[in-house]
């Protein structure tokens, strides 16, 4: 059970062959055991040679009987499949769909020749339990709504919904039930005004990933929204100062003070990273437990002032950089000397310690701050319990970081001390 839960999308079936060929004990255990079975994907690529890589109408069949009458995970892509291919997934679909009464969680994506309009759903079509729906879309047409519309009118325990296409999007399917939704996730990139004003729908949302693009506001009045989400994550698109506008007009009319857990995700070499973050941790009455920052494009000064608005209710503070490979030169990032300083506890009172109750800190590839002193800042932070206590500083848990490889070698050495001594998380070369 526990090698079947680690399986990742596109592994399952790779996954349960391996189970079943370890020996005929495990075969007969994996098949008499329903929950195996109940992740039916159908994901599938351009065939190559020609005849290779069908959807199977009878491995479809198969899983619906091993999985006995346990509720389904779908995963139904065929965004490039051929004419002769998306005969296949039709049917399949349709054999899907008479057991949409176990339907829990869907994932359908469709393409030119996969198509929701040769799938009939009826007006009677229900799926009692089905909580989470994901779309992918390489266009948009009224088949969509319809299909989709019809779904969404089936499933009163709906909560989650995810959406991701290859446009601007300037709509959501006018079906969606709206007070239902716990988690909105819209990949597409949109610009303020539509931002909030589905917030503004789903009122008792708890989570939100939005991508915000480039859109001219002029003319639009923006109105303030309050919204209960706890968790949110904003991704801003690299672009021209219209990019910035939309990101901070999201947040000057949001009003979320219940918001928890914040992920920004700034395209790599994004120029403008210091207004969008200076203006987001201005927000009065902000309450963060965990920020995340990724991709921070920015000068330490400007950092350094960014830093010195963090509220100080946060626990888990987060910066990563996602290059694949370091380029050359690379020797760090934004996180130097002064950053560093500023989270170090000084045992007295004579300088103000930032994030006084940080207890998990993560930094990918964004260290540029002389060899040692990340060691020494970990340290001043795992001091006696009673020491910190008496300062009102939490002792820090747990650090990952990932430096440039052989870029830290002091920090290498003391670090793995510190670990070797209860510290929690690891330590990578990159």
């Not at 389904?72 to 004419?83: C, I, K």
């Not at 939100?208 to 693009?213: A, K």
């Not at 300083?341 to 007295?348: E, I, M, P, S, W």
């Amino acid at each position: 059970m526990s090698f079947y839960q680690d399986l990742k999308r596109g592994e399952v079936d790779v996954g349960l062959a391996a189970i079943c060929l370890t020996c005929k004990r495990w075969n007969d255990f994996a098949l008499s055991t329903p929950e195996l079975w109940s992740l039916i994907e159908i994901i599938s690529v351009p065939s190559t040679p020609p005849g290779s890589n069908s959807p199977s109408y009878t491995k479809v069949i198969s899983w619906l009987d091993r999985s006995k009458n346990w509720p389904l995970a779908l995963a139904v892509r065929g965004e490039r499949l051929n004419e002769r291919q998306s005969t296949s997934i039709k049917a399949i679909l349709l054999l899907l769909v008479a057991h949409s009464h176990r339907w829990r969680r869907v994932s359908f994506g469709f393409g030119f020749w996969f198509r929701p309009m040769h799938v009939h759903l009826p007006h009677t079509f229900i799926a009692p339990i089905l909580e989470s729906i994901e779309i992918i879309c390489k266009f948009n047409d009224d088949q969509h709504d319809l299909f989709y519309g019809r779904i969404f009118r089936g499933s009163p325990a709906l909560q989650s919904y995810t959406y991701r296409g290859p446009y601007y999007i300037n709509s959501l399917p006018s079906d969606l039930p709206w007070k239902q939704l716990r988690n909105l996730e819209v990949t597409n990139p949109t610009n303020a005004t539509n931002a909030l004003m589905w917030l503004g729908k789903a009122v008792n949302l708890h989570s939100y990933y939005v991508t915000i693009g480039w859109d001219n506001l002029r003319g639009q009045s923006l109105k303030s929204v309050t919204s209960p989400i706890e968790l949110l994550t904003l991704k801003v698109q690299r672009g021209t100062t219209g990019f910035v506008q939309n990101a901070k007009h999201f947040f000057r009319f949001l009003d979320a003070r219940d918001l928890r857990n914040l992920s920004i995700h700034f395209a790599l070499g994004h120029s403008m990273v210091h207004d969008i973050l200076s203006d987001i941790l201005l927000k009065p009455h902000l309450r963060l437990s965990s920020l995340t920052i990724t991709n921070l494009a920015t000068s330490e000064d400007e950092f350094v002032d960014c830093v010195k608005l963090l509220p100080e209710s946060i626990t888990t503070f987060e910066i990563l950089t996602q290059l694949e490979v370091p380029v050359y030169g690379y020797s760090g990032g934004p996180v130097k000397n002064e950053i560093l300083n500023l989270l170090t506890f000084h045992g007295d009172e004579s300088a103000k310690t930032l994030c006084p109750l940080l207890e998990t800190f993560t930094l990918e590839l964004c260290v540029g701050a002389d060899d040692g002193l990340l060691t020494n800042m970990v340290r001043s932070r795992r001091r006696s319990p009673r020491t910190l206590r008496d300062h009102g500083i939490a002792c820090l848990k747990r650090l990952d970081v990932v430096f440039v490889r052989s870029a830290h070698s002091l920090d290498e050495e003391g670090l793995k001390e510190i670990y070797e001594e209860g510290l929690q998380g690891c330590m990578k070369l990159k």
